[in-house]
């Protein structure tokens, strides 16, 4: 399961299309969680809506106020576990992690900001789930966007 | 959420995009010369709905249509432009969008009835090559991600400051998020025609409210200066990276440009 996950690689066709017309772009009305990355430094944030029927992830949706590698990263990550169940989610999420190294300083903190949405918002669902009222789940990021590119 | 207004907002993009795409230099003044319009009555409109107690929010449902020729896309305006009719009341404010849409549905027409005007549109191609020029790839590469990164922000900075706009009292910041707003105007105006020409247009993507319901004006400008600052260096990197002097020139001029936005903002702190 997701031993061929993608990450964007330069600008190929794929990351075009990615970046022309973004999947799983936008909100869910009445999600089963909402999760934020936000880089307080910036400003930039990803969000995160995901609508769940029992542990499958029946949509998911996001938007972000950030770069376009963030963007063709939340695209493709969407696009890979959407229809699939929490548990892949997980699994995919951690290959994505694994992979991490390979990018740029910033590609990586763009990367991880997606992620860390995505954990976000099944955490803020875990809480509902729980009786909490949270209206979503932040995290605040550790590393800044602006990290310098030759880091 | 105000539906005329997420109507008239699309209804904008729609003539907007069509006029980046189509290459006659007449239709797309025209066309860009009717988005402003539509521009100004999505104005008019939400000063309205603020003033009636209702409020309205910058979401989308529609896509850019990736149409084949020049009478595919005005045909389409023509169905878009008299949809919206449908939901126009009887103020004076609609009185004005109705009959400014007449003459637009009317010029639109005209167009139609020359074959002429037809021709293919080779903005959605994804060719990615910038008219005449041989860039190289690396340097064709580091102009569609500029594209794209500016385009959307350029967007992003209208919508922002258009909804600060209508929400100030504040004389000063009126008139900077004026100018703020015309500059990110002509840059969305200069990058889109910039990514038909290389075959790769596509609509920003929505904003996020989270983006344009601004809680600390402060903290928002002091970020806005800061990614100033980081399109002013995107513009010198591609400039440095892109020998070709035309270009060069252009993104020097941006990036002289967003200096200027940088004392403007300051006039907001």
């Not at chain 1, 307080?40 to 809506?49: A, N, P, S």
């Not at chain 2, 709905?49 to 896309?73: A, Q």
């Not at chain 2, 100030?168 to 015309?182: A, C, E, P, R, S």
Request: net charge negative; proline share 2%; charged share 30%.
């Amino acid at each position: 399961m997701y031993e061929d996950v993608k990450m964007p690689e330069g600008m190929n066709p794929e990351v075009l299309e990615h970046l022309m017309a973004p999947k799983n772009y936008g909100k869910i009305e009445d999600p089963s969680g909402v999760g934020v990355a936000m880089d307080e430094q910036t400003g930039e944030y990803v969000i995160f809506y995901i609508q769940t029927d029992g542990e499958i992830i029946e949509d998911l949706k996001f938007a972000t106020n950030g770069c376009q590698d963030t963007v063709v990263v939340g695209s493709m990550f969407s696009a890979m576990v959407k229809g699939d169940n929490i548990q892949n989610g997980k699994k995919a999420l951690a290959k994505m992690e694994l992979k991490l190294g390979g990018l740029t300083p910033k590609q990586r903190v763009c990367t991880d900001m997606v992620l860390e949405a995505f954990v976000a918002s099944l955490i803020n669902r875990e809480h509902l789930l729980n009786g909490e009222n949270e209206e979503m789940h932040i995290i605040k990021m550790k590393e800044s966007c602006e990290v310098e590119e030759n880091e | 959420m105000n539906k005329l207004y997420q109507a008239k907002h699309e209804l904008w993009l729609d003539i907007l995009f069509a006029s980046f795409a189509i290459n006659d230099k007449q239709i797309k003044r025209d066309l860009y010369n009717f988005s402003t319009i539509e521009f100004r009555h999505m104005k008019w409109l939400g000063d309205k709905v603020l003033k009636d107690g209702d409020d309205y929010n910058y979401d989308r449902t529609k896509m850019l249509h990736k149409r084949e020729s020049v009478f595919d896309i005005l045909r389409y305006l023509i169905v878009e432009l008299k949809k919206i009719s449908a939901l126009y009341g009887e103020d004076i404010l609609n009185a004005r969008m109705i009959t400014d849409e007449d003459y637009m549905i009317h010029h639109i027409a005209a167009l139609l009835d020359n074959r002429a005007n037809d021709a293919q549109i080779t903005a959605f191609n994804m060719a990615r090559k910038y008219a005449d020029k041989n860039l190289p790839q690396e340097q064709t590469d580091a102009l569609t991600i500029f594209l794209f990164e500016e385009s959307y922000k350029e967007y992003e900075l209208i919508l922002v400051y258009a909804y600060m706009q209508a929400r100030t009292t504040n004389l000063t910041h009126f008139n900077v998020f004026q100018d703020l707003i015309d500059e990110s105007h002509f840059h969305l105006q200069s990058f889109g025609e910039m990514m038909a020409k290389m075959g790769i247009l596509a609509l920003p993507r929505e904003l996020h409210s989270m983006t344009y319901i601004v809680k600390d004006i402060e903290k928002f400008v002091i970020d806005g200066i800061a990614e100033e600052e980081g399109a002013k260096e995107m513009c010198k990197t591609l400039s440095d990276a892109i020998h070709d002097d035309e270009l060069k020139r252009f993104f020097d001029f941006v990036n002289y440009q967003e200096s200027y936005h940088i004392e403007l903002m300051k006039k907001l702190l």
